[in-house]
């Protein structure tokens, strides 16, 4: 019960817990939880913040699945997101979100993007394998997107293809 406590408290102080101790399943081959937020700060502003339905975890990376989640900008929310699986470097805090991502925008605007990577050193989203943004009539696609810790200005690159319909 003590290396248990050790690993959870070991999680908790490399990612930041925002909700109540989850509901503990299985601790054959690590941690293994069920409703667990993470999220991450600059000073006193929460960067982003995702919920996971269900989190594996050993003591150097964890497994999240059933993830929703917010992006904010200067402590307001601004984008809402949905993926299916993220894997997060205990280490470093460092988050992959390796089958993809959907953002919705508060202006209604929605971005689709197959990979998503938070680095935390850098405090930044890098998205790749194909990004899709759709607001309004306008439509951009490119191969990456690099999205900063204010959350305001997503930029795409590479092979960038903008279509915008009357």
Same mark, same amino acid.
């Given at each position: 019960m003590k290396k248990l406590l050790a690993i959870v408290l070991l999680l908790t102080a490399h990612i930041s817990v925002a909700q109540q101790v989850p509901k503990i399943e299985n601790f054959a081959s690590g941690l293994k939880a069920h409703g667990t937020s993470y999220s991450a700060f600059s000073g006193k502003n929460k960067l982003w913040e995702i919920h996971a339905k269900? @989190?594996?975890? &050993?003591?150097?990376?964890?497994?999240? =699945? !059933? @993830? &929703? !989640?917010?992006? #904010? =900008? &200067? !402590?307001?929310?601004? #984008? #809402?997101?949905? =993926?299916?699986v993220a894997f997060i470097n205990v280490a470093t805090n460092d988050i992959f979100f390796p089958e993809g991502v959907i953002l919705h925008g508060k202006q209604g605007e929605e971005v689709t993007v197959s990979t998503l990577t938070w680095r935390a050193k850098e405090k930044k989203f890098y998205g790749a394998k194909g990004v899709v943004m759709v607001h309004l009539n306008t439509k951009v696609q490119g191969d990456r997107m690099v999205l900063d810790q204010t959350m305001k200005d997503i930029r795409i690159k590479g092979h960038v293809k903008a279509e915008v319909k009357p």
């Amino acid at each position: 019960m003590k290396k248990l406590l050790a690993i959870v408290l070991l999680l908790t102080a490399h990612i930041s817990v925002a909700q109540q101790v989850p509901k503990i399943e299985n601790f054959a081959s690590g941690l293994k939880a069920h409703g667990t937020s993470y999220s991450a700060f600059s000073g006193k502003n929460k960067l982003w913040e995702i919920h996971a339905k269900k @989190i594996e975890s &050993t003591q150097e990376k964890a497994k999240a =699945s !059933g @993830i &929703t !989640g917010t992006l #904010y =900008s &200067t !402590g307001k929310p601004r #984008y #809402y997101m949905k =993926s299916p699986v993220a894997f997060i470097n205990v280490a470093t805090n460092d988050i992959f979100f390796p089958e993809g991502v959907i953002l919705h925008g508060k202006q209604g605007e929605e971005v689709t993007v197959s990979t998503l990577t938070w680095r935390a050193k850098e405090k930044k989203f890098y998205g790749a394998k194909g990004v899709v943004m759709v607001h309004l009539n306008t439509k951009v696609q490119g191969d990456r997107m690099v999205l900063d810790q204010t959350m305001k200005d997503i930029r795409i690159k590479g092979h960038v293809k903008a279509e915008v319909k009357p």
